[in-house]
């Protein structure tokens, strides 16, 4: 029923900027505000890291890795939340994926970051 679907992602030269963006469907009588929703990603060889999140609360948290270079944000009317990737280094290569968390955790497919050197 609920989906989550990423867009944005692709190939982008070391210094570069993306927009992730993950828009959920199926989320009919969902108040979206109220919910936490993150972006993880997964470098080959690596676990699953939490890059950045909307708590329950509202609040935003960031991965020191990524701290002043990336930006989440979300369109309540869109049921959409943002990546804003900036100063991107090749260390940022990976799968990205969108979490939203209700009375279970829905995951989008993932979509590729490439940063080049």
């Known amino acids: 029923q609920v989906q989550l679907v990423e867009s944005g992602g692709g190939l982008v030269q070391a210094g570069g900027s993306l927009r992730l963006s993950c828009a959920a469907s199926g989320t009919s009588g969902i108040i979206f505000s109220h919910n936490a929703m993150a972006w993880y990603r997964q470098a080959p060889g690596k676990q699953r890291e939490l890059i950045a999140a909307f708590t329950s609360f509202g609040i935003t948290e960031y991965a020191d890795s990524v701290k002043g270079r990336f930006t989440i944000s979300r369109d309540n009317a869109k049921n959409t939340v943002y990546l804003q990737m900036n100063s991107l280094k090749p260390e940022d290569t990976a799968v990205y994926y969108c979490?939203?968390?209700?009375?279970?955790?829905?995951w989008g497919q993932g979509i590729q970051v490439t940063v080049s050197s």
């Open positions: 979490l939203l968390h209700l009375t279970r955790d829905y």
